[in-house]
T-cell receptor, first 108, second 123 residues
């Protein structure tokens, strides 16, 4: 069973920041939060991951609450090509436990 | 550098048949995992192999089996195909297993890189 819950879908205007929330209230102290995205019919693409500190890379920022029970993925300037299903994942052992993900639609 | 490659891209089988799917990891990666993604759902973990040994198995029947070869490529086999086996089968590779003496490590070595998948249709 997935250990994360996400909204089913979200819309975002092109050029604006997209903020994708995720709840992982049962996360254990040594479990990482990963974000992947999947563009239609392609393999999932790694975005970012973190343990307890906020993280930033060339694609996105990850904000993790102090209690680690939730996190937010931020795409600072969404483009049409960011339209995809975004998965928030808690890694359990060597496997990624995917939930249903959030379908992000970036609109012109 | 070549990413994870999978073959075939698409496959059509009939119920009761068996199928073999193939995966070549990124050069230097020793861990391969297999996932099944049914339409409209997130990928579900099937197997993980590291250094040619099974290191993890998801909740799938014994009809599903896999192996990893000395060059770290991998095969996923499914016997007695059912209609419900129709899905996108994804392979992911990682530099290492991800756990060192029970302590999970971070960094780029634990990123899983996915291939494009094999679309299996069972009629």
């Amino acid at each position: 069973d997935a250990k994360t819950t996400q909204p089913t879908s979200m819309d975002c205007a092109e050029g604006r920041a997209a903020n994708l929330p995720c709840n992982h209230s049962t996360i254990s102290g040594n479990e990482y939060v990963y974000w992947y995205r999947q563009i239609h019919s392609q393999g999932p693409q790694y975005i970012i991951h973190g343990l307890k500190n906020n993280e930033t890379n060339e694609m996105a920022s990850l904000i993790i609450t102090e209690d680690r029970k939730s996190s937010t993925l931020i795409l600072p300037h969404a483009t049409l090509r960011d339209t995809a299903v975004y998965y928030c994942i808690v890694r359990v052992g060597g496997k990624l436990i995917f939930g249903q993900g959030t379908e992000l639609s970036v609109k012109p | 550098d070549a990413g994870v490659t999978q073959s075939p891209t698409h496959l059509i089988k009939t119920r009761g048949q068996h199928v073999t799917l193939r995966c070549s990891p990124i050069s230097g990666h020793k861990s391969v995992s297999w996932y099944q993604q049914v339409l409209g759902q997130g990928p579900q973990f099937i197997f993980q192999y590291y250094e040619k040994e099974e290191r993890g198995r998801g909740n799938f029947p014994d009809r599903f089996s896999a192996r990893q070869f000395p060059n770290y490529s991998s095969e996923l086999n499914v016997n007695a195909l059912l209609l419900g086996d129709s899905a996108l089968y994804l392979c992911a590779s990682r530099d290492r297993q991800g756990s060192l003496f029970g302590r999970w490590t971070s960094g780029k070595y634990n990123e899983q890189f996915f291939g494009p998948g094999t679309r299996l249709t069972v009629l």
